[in-house]
């Protein structure tokens, strides 16, 4: 059933380009073959999803294909023609459901915020200052994230089993929808894209770096390399725009905070000590924990956008509003949330950062959070497994340390 799933998601990215972010086993027989049409590859997941549910597999293991496929079959019908609702393909892409977020919460985030930001001027001007402050000039980027992957790669080594040897080429880009892309070249190697059109503080710079290196996605590629199993080739197979993209963007998400711990303000502003930026890390720290609480911010425009009709400026006015970002920040959201293929790829972050901070607060007293985190990379598991092996009571805001 895994051979199944793996040939059956590499014939769809040859009519779904960039569904495979990696895959890092052996090309299956036939992969020169002419391209199925998209209602072939549709029955033919159909068909797998129904023998993986009749199959003797472990329930987790069972749980994680059959989520996958769901994606699969939901990405094929689009690309036949169908046309779903959006929460609908949100629920099949990423195994979850959404709803617009809490304005008291957003409001309670401003309050952090203007806790954290003290002075005169509305908070929007406040923290449009600090902003600038700490921002890292874009002929700087290069070489602060240079000094943070440094920094990052010995703890990652030392608490995650990093392999030895592994390494990782920064190049930076412009006129990308995203702020930074992870691709892995193979053999513990990995191109790192640093998007310099949108602004980056020090500490989301830490963030950032960690998200995409130590202990994010090119940790995650390492370990799946290192720890391939002929009997588990669908740890080797890492697919957009399915409940493993939720997880793993929220995994790397956290990844500062699990590495680093709750220091990571001045750990950052000691590292960037030789760097000529400006850091405020604990004033910094404390900005981009009340940002956090804002991030489902984004995945409301898109809700307004693609499931409730609202006009392009209703979701500007949105964003504007509670994130208190600039127009040209705003424009840049809602080119990502209205890209063809990134509209629904928000939630990953969004969802996944709360999820995987659920499960990461709700481990045992005798579990280092650094083993539970790496239980994740390990034993691939779908977004319901999550849910159902999280205590209700644990709610957000909690700390991982």
Do not use: K
């Amino acid at each position: 059933m895994a051979r199944e799933y793996v040939a059956l998601a590499l014939a769809c990215d040859r009519v779904l380009p960039g569904l495979v972010d990696d895959y890092l086993g052996p090309v299956p027989s036939g992969r020169a073959d002419a391209v199925p049409p998209p209602t072939a590859l549709l029955a033919r997941a159909r068909w797998l999803r129904a023998e993986i549910g009749r199959s003797a597999l472990p329930a987790g293991r069972r749980g994680f294909l059959d989520r996958q496929v769901v994606a699969l079959e939901c990405a094929l019908r689009r690309r036949a023609g169908a046309t779903l609702g959006y929460r609908d393909e949100v629920r099949a892409y990423f195994d979850i459901d959404i709803t617009l977020g809490e304005p008291d919460r957003y409001r309670a985030a401003h309050a952090r915020l203007a806790e954290a930001l003290p002075g005169t001027g509305s908070l929007e001007t406040r923290l449009a200052a600090h902003r600038e402050a700490v921002r890292v000039p874009p002929g700087l980027v290069g070489p602060a994230a240079q000094r943070l992957i440094e920094a990052l790669r010995g703890p990652a080594r030392a608490e995650l089993g990093l392999p030895t040897g592994d390494s990782v080429q920064l190049e930076l880009v412009t006129g990308r929808p995203w702020s930074a892309f992870h691709r892995y070249l193979g053999g513990h190697r990995s191109r790192i894209l640093l998007n310099t059109d949108i602004p980056v503080g020090a500490t989301q710079l830490a963030r950032l770096i960690a998200h995409e290196v130590y202990p994010g996605h090119h940790t995650e590629r390492c370990r799946a390399e290192s720890g391939s199993d002929p009997t588990r080739p669908e740890r080797g197979l890492f697919l957009a725009n399915t409940p493993q993209s939720l997880l793993s963007e929220g995994q790397a998400d956290l990844g500062l905070e699990v590495l680093v711990g709750p220091v990571w303000g001045s750990w950052t502003e000691s590292v960037l000590g030789e760097v000529p930026v400006t850091v405020h890390g604990e004033v910094a720290m404390r900005v981009d924990r009340a940002m956090a609480e804002l991030m489902a911010v984004r995945q409301d425009a898109a809700l307004m956008l693609h499931d409730l009709g609202a006009p392009e400026e209703a979701a500007r006015d949105h964003l504007r509003r509670w994130l208190l970002l600039p127009e040209g920040r705003v424009a840049q959201v809602l080119g990502f949330i209205t890209h063809p293929r990134w509209r629904a790829y928000t939630t990953a972050y969004v969802e996944g950062h709360r999820l995987v901070r659920r499960w990461l607060a709700a481990r045992t007293a005798e579990e280092a959070v650094t083993e539970r985190y790496l239980r994740l990379y390990d034993e691939p598991r779908s977004p319901s497994a999550l849910r159902a092996a999280t205590a209700p009571a644990v709610t957000e805001p909690v700390n991982l340390i």
